[in-house]
């Protein structure tokens, strides 16, 4: 893996080293006191380069175009909420997503196969062990914002979502978020509606392509923003999951991906 990513930075080979112990400790610390945590410069340019040579072509003549009109909750009616409730504006997602089985072999595809990734990732989210998905599409995803498209508002299903920035769009295409929006106990619609509404302001993350980030984002609203200009943003999307054989139903593969694997 020396050739995909930058192991002399980032010791994922050396579990039980020092080096390595520290940085899940500051990987740690990242997502106590920020949600989240980047790992810059993870992947190197070479490969990074080769991968966008590999999806692009793809990405322009077999993606799937995913546009969808949306609440920030993914869901038509919420308990407490009358249907014209701010918390509930519509926002619209647009995207262009490339599937695992159109990755395999790839760069990408043995990273997210590659165990002292999985054994990073555990230690540093406090689980026993990581898996990856059971599912011909889902496990790794690589999604396009092009001119005008975004990923808008939502909070997550997923404890945290593993991402790897292939290329920053020139304008526009942030990755946004408000930490901590709600809770377990309290849903804060109020603070929904704020940030709908452009009363509350996001905290603006700055990448640079390869840069790996994992976020928690059950809680905390986010987004992409759009993207404005002619170079789109680029990011893959790599879900491992706390148990053996996870699966996207035969629904959700058709509403994300147009198509069942």
Same mark, same amino acid.
């Given at each position: 893996?020396?050739?995909?990513?930058?192991?002399d930075r980032y010791p994922l080979d050396q579990q039980g080293s020092a080096a390595y112990q520290q940085m899940v400790d500051d990987a740690k610390a990242g997502l106590a006191h920020h949600g989240l945590f980047n790992l #810059? /410069?993870?992947m190197r340019p070479k490969s990074i380069a080769e991968m966008l040579d590999h999806v692009c072509p793809r990405l322009a003549t077999e993606s799937f175009h995913h546009r969808r009109s949306h609440n920030i909750y993914f869901q038509d009616q919420m308990d407490g909420l009358a249907p014209d409730d701010p918390a509930l504006a519509k926002v619209e997602t647009a995207n262009h997503t490339l599937c695992h089985d159109q990755l395999l072999g790839t760069a990408l595809d043995r990273l997210y196969n590659w165990q002292p990734f999985m054994h990073f990732l555990a230690a540093v989210m406090e689980q026993p062990a990581l898996y990856v998905m059971d599912d011909p599409l889902s496990g790794i995803n690589v999604l396009e914002y092009r001119t /005008?498209?975004?990923l808008n508002w939502h909070f997550d299903r997923s404890i945290f979502t593993t991402?790897?920035?292939l290329q920053a769009a020139q304008d526009g295409g942030d990755f946004e978020y408000a930490q901590d929006l709600r809770s377990d106990t309290d849903a804060n619609h109020a603070? $929904? #509606?704020d940030l709908l509404a452009g009363r509350l302001l996001p905290t603006q993350l700055q990448q640079d392509a390869g840069t790996l980030? $994992?976020?928690l984002g059950r809680n905390t609203a986010h987004r992409v923003s759009q993207v404005n200009s002619q170079?789109?943003?680029i $990011?893959? $999307?790599l879900s491992h999951y706390d148990r053996p054989g996870a699966c996207f139903s035969a629904s959700e593969q058709m509403g994300f991906f147009g198509r069942v694997g």
């Open positions: 893996m020396k050739d995909i990513l930058d192991l #810059a /410069g993870f /005008g498209e975004a991402t790897l920035l603070g $929904v #509606a980030n $994992v976020f170079r789109s943003r $990011v893959a $999307v």
